[in-house]
């Protein structure tokens, strides 16, 4: 009785309250200024399929690693076949010899090399790393393009677009920044009318930078493929460019 | 042929217990000839060192001097300031030599016996000429011990780190003692991590070791990211195999059977060496399915890393090894216990695993009685910038930055002012004069701000912008961060922006408060070392050279004279001859004048490229911190 009596008095005082039920979805809430909410694939209103291809960026960006994506069979990744090849290499760079890249994909096969070595390999095959030669590893491989992309866009190392016959690499390490790494870089790219990290438009040479080549002794350092230069100055770097330029036969620009 | 060169050196092959014959450099033959050594790090290298090794093989051969004396090559001596560096058996060192120079040398002192005294190493203080190296400030301050064999031995020849009494403590290791007695071996020398972090290996060892599995995974990390940091690249171009025997004791202790050396692909010369010094173990047996006869397996496979500076980081490195874009993850699960493919996985660095044989033979009450509390042993250092003595130097845990510098160091180059030295690379900081005397261990050098790292020191003058150089590290950090937590992605950029505004001379009020600010903010907010540790070069210029940045935002001008926004260019009328180099050299042909008259620089023209001011021989060619302040300079040097 005096239960009944008690419940009754709670009912009663909540009567005359506002309602905090929502009526979802006709009624919406103002979610939380933080709230991240939950994930769902976006659906294409044009075909009525998943936009999300599986291409795992997701999962491996994610802070706290709550995502898992898991593969459907639709959307596994390519099995080589000849008709895909075929295409791939049309829509690619055609005329590119694939015949370099057999060793690395042999390695693949034989020895399980990494995907890191692979890549490695082959832009030592080509100076850098073609789009076709990208496919091919992915078709072969079945290595999802994303995946290679990531990895390859990731590191410095890896080059997307073709490099000039020579690489000039300048130090910049902290001992070369302090010696004035920075005005050996202007006085290359004003002797060669290129940027850092460009290449000249004859194909001659590529302006780049690392960070540190374990020199510092002689620093400010710069290396011209084998050759190693060391103790530089502005006027020094021009000399030696000038020279190498032409012996090369390069034109600035 | 194996036997042969061992004969042909004339170096008897130690025991397990022959220490004395260690602080033997390099023995001298027994006819009494000469060997010859060429230094072959990479700094020598720069320096044009193998021009100068084919030099002296064709000019002893032409002197007739070819059965007495022999050339041969090292790794980094540690004297990079004079290199190339070439090593006489005698002990006599020499420096600056250019291949034309080797002739003088052969004559004078291979054949006539007296040292050539213009390429002896000269006194910055006393302008003595020291002709035995052991006598330079710069070794005699050193204790070396992961550096023993660094520069002493030919890297390329397994028969030398043999002679030497190399994998006696693997062997002594494998036979007779059991994983927990090197475990505890190593605890008790209380060694920590030499990578930066400073964790005690003995305690990695044996949770590794714990960790039950299938298979388990040892990597040495050797991908020495750090800008101004050298050792770890020294230690593999100059004795590639004791950092292998580490492994292999290591291997032992946690009961791994593959390991992975992850090293930078920008180090060519350690690789090449490596990839040579694993080859030749394993011809021989000391990696292998049966190690020493005892069933011990244990194979080591080379892994080049792609560039990222990130991937220094233990859970970035699996993943980077793994084939994966290498970004760190959280901790725990910890790599002891999921690491490389899952499977518990120890990564110890080179440096660590280079001084795990001298433990395991010397003991670990010997390592222990270097150092002071809590740090035992010895610090590799490789010092670059502004220093009489660059180079290599190992000093144990606890020596004043004081005695780093001055003794081993020499001081400043130049007899300039010592402003700064910056220690750890991007994740360390710049500790100022007044904290000289700070001992360096993990937890005073914490203290101020600045962080032991890998070891890289950059010792810098009074011609250095503070804020221009902890704009170089942000600028780096911010290159290299891997993206994945938003405060160092976002943060270090916004950052760098703020310090770009102040070094155009577009710095605001306030500015100084929003870097520090920031920086708190990142490192609360990111996962790894990387972006825990990235405002630190801000954070420590901010706290002690603040008049530097004040200088930079309210006068607008830069107190060093190196922000290119904030000085101007202009010829000192007194000292300029008119000697026209310096209008010569100009690539804008900016500086008119006649010959045997003053020269003015167009101020509207000039690049501030600073080519005029080194070739001037007159230090006529002057710089003015502040910009409206040197225009009026210029117009009154014209007057006059």
């Avoid at chain 1, 919406?28 to 960026?57: H, K, M, N, Y």
């Avoid at chain 2, 250019?98 to 003088?104: E, I, L, N, T, Y």
């Avoid at chain 2, 052969?106 to 050539?116: A, F, I, Q, S």
């Avoid at chain 2, 993990?442 to 221009?468: F, Q, R, W």
Wanted: aromatic share 6%; charged share 25%; glycine share 10%.
């Amino acid at each position: 009785m005096l239960g009944m009596l008690k419940a009754m008095r709670t009912t009663l005082k909540h009567l005359p309250m506002k309602k905090i039920t929502v009526q979802y979805p006709e009624q919406r809430e103002r979610l939380p200024e933080r709230s991240r909410g939950l994930f769902r694939v976006v659906i294409d209103p044009a075909s009525g399929e998943p936009r999300c291809r599986a291409c795992t960026l997701c999962e491996s960006n994610c802070p706290v690693q709550v995502i898992r994506v898991n593969y459907t069979s639709k959307y596994r990744l390519p099995v080589p076949n000849a008709a895909r090849l075929a295409e791939a290499r049309f829509a690619a760079q055609a005329g590119l010899d694939l015949k370099a890249l057999q060793p690395v994909l042999d390695d693949y096969y034989e020895h399980g090399t990494g995907l890191i070595a692979m890549l490695q390999n082959a832009q030592d095959a080509y100076g850098y790393l073609p789009r076709i030669a990208i496919h091919e590893i992915s078709l072969q491989t079945g290595i999802s393009l994303s995946q290679i992309y990531g990895v390859s866009s990731f590191y410095n190392q890896f080059r997307l677009s073709p490099v000039g016959e020579r690489i000039i690499d300048v130090c910049h390490g902290t001992a070369c920044h302090v010696a004035g790494a920075m005005q050996i870089t202007e006085a290359l790219e004003e002797e060669l009318g290129v940027a850092d990290g460009k290449t000249t438009t004859d194909m001659k040479f590529t302006l780049s930078s690392v960070a540190c080549m374990g020199a510092c002794s002689q620093a400010p350092v710069m290396r011209i493929g084998e050759s190693t230069y060391g103790a530089l100055t502005p006027d020094k770097t021009r000399k030696i460019i000038r020279d190498l330029m032409a012996e090369v036969g390069a034109e600035k620009g | 042929m194996t036997d042969d060169t061992t004969k042909n050196d004339g170096t008897q092959v130690n025991t397990a217990t022959d220490t004395e014959s260690r602080n033997v450099t390099v023995a001298e033959r027994p006819d009494g000839g000469y060997r010859v050594t060429v230094c072959a790090g990479t700094a020598c290298v720069f320096a044009g060192s193998l021009a100068v090794f084919d030099a002296f093989v064709q000019e002893v051969e032409q002197a007739g001097l070819g059965d007495s004396v022999e050339v041969s090559i090292i790794g980094c001596h540690g004297l990079c300031s004079m290199s190339p560096v070439v090593v006489l058996s005698d002990d006599t060192l020499y420096g600056h030599l250019r291949p034309a120079d080797v002739a003088k040398v052969v004559e004078g002192h291979l054949k006539g016996g007296e040292p050539v005294e213009k390429f002896l190493y000269k006194d910055a203080q006393t302008g003595e000429r020291i002709r035995d190296w052991h006598e330079i400030g710069f070794y005699k301050a050193q204790t070396r011990i992961a550096l023993r064999d660094v520069g002493v031995i030919d890297p390329e020849s397994i028969e030398a780190y043999l002679a030497r009494g190399g994998y006696d403590a693997a062997r002594l290791a494998l036979t007779e003692k059991t994983p927990e007695w090197i475990i505890e071996h190593i605890t008790d020398s209380g060694i920590r991590g030499r990578g930066g972090a400073g964790f005690p290996t003995g305690v990695k060892w044996k949770f590794a070791n714990q960790s039950k599995s299938d298979e388990k995974y040892l990597i040495c990390n050797a991908d020495e990211g750090d800008p101004g940091a050298f050792m770890d690249c020294s230690i593999l171009e100059g004795d590639p195999h004791t950092v292998i025997e580490g492994m292999i004791i290591g291997s032992y202790a946690i009961g791994a059977h593959e390991g992975y050396v992850y090293v930078r692909a920008e180090y060519p010369l350690a690789v090449k060496r490596l990839t040579m010094a694993v080859a030749d173990a394993e011809a021989r047996g000391l990696l292998g399915d049966d190690i020493f006869g005892t069933g011990w397996a244990f194979n080591v496979h080379l892994k080049l890393g792609a560039g990222a500076f990130v991937c220094g980081e233990e859970t970035a490195l699996i993943a980077s090894i793994e084939g994966k874009r290498g970004m760190p993850r959280t901790r725990p699960p910890f790599p002891a216990v999921s690491g490389l493919w899952g499977k518990p996985t120890n990564i110890n660095n080179v440096e660590t695993l280079a001084n795990v044989p001298w433990i395991i033979m010397h003991g670990a009450e010997a390592y222990a009685a270097l150092g002071v509390e809590h740090c035992r042993g010895t610090k590799a250092f490789s010092l670059a910038g502004k220093l009489v003595n660059g180079g290599l130097a190992e000093v144990p845990m606890g020596s004043t930055l004081r005695h780093v510098i001055f003794d081993v160091g020499g001081g400043i180059k130049g007899g300039k002012k010592f402003k700064a030295v910056q220690l750890g690379g991007p994740s360390g900081g710049c500790i100022p004069a007044s904290l000289l005397d700070t001992p360096v261990d993990y937890e005073s050098l914490a203290a101020t701000g600045a962080i032991v790292g890998s070891g890289g020191m950059v010792v810098v003058d009074d011609e250095t912008c503070m804020v221009d150089l902890a704009r170089f590290f942000l600028d780096f950090t911010q290159k290299e961060s891997c993206g994945k937590c938003i405060p160092c992605r976002l943060g270090t950029k916004r950052m760098l922006e703020t310090l770009d505004r102040i070094i155009a001379g577009d710095g605001r009020e306030g500015d100084i408060e929003l870097l520090q600010e920031l920086g708190g903010y990142i490192i609360d907010g990111s996962l790894c070392a990387l972006g825990g540790t990235a405002p630190n070069p801000v954070l420590t210029t901010i706290k002690y050279f603040r008049d530097e940045y004040e200088a930079h935002i309210n006068e607008r001008r830069c107190p060093a004279g190196k922000c290119k926004s904030l000085i101007t260019y202009y010829i000192d009328a007194e000292a300029c001859t008119g000697c026209t180099l310096c209008a010569k050299k100009c690539p804008t042909n900016c500086i008119a004048g006649e010959k045997k008259q003053l020269h003015v620089i167009d101020v509207a023209n000039c690049i501030k490229c600073d080519t005029c001011r080194q070739v001037c021989k007159f230090d006529a060619v002057k710089v003015r911190s502040g910009v409206e302040q040197a225009v009026a300079g210029v117009a009154s040097g014209a007057e006059g």
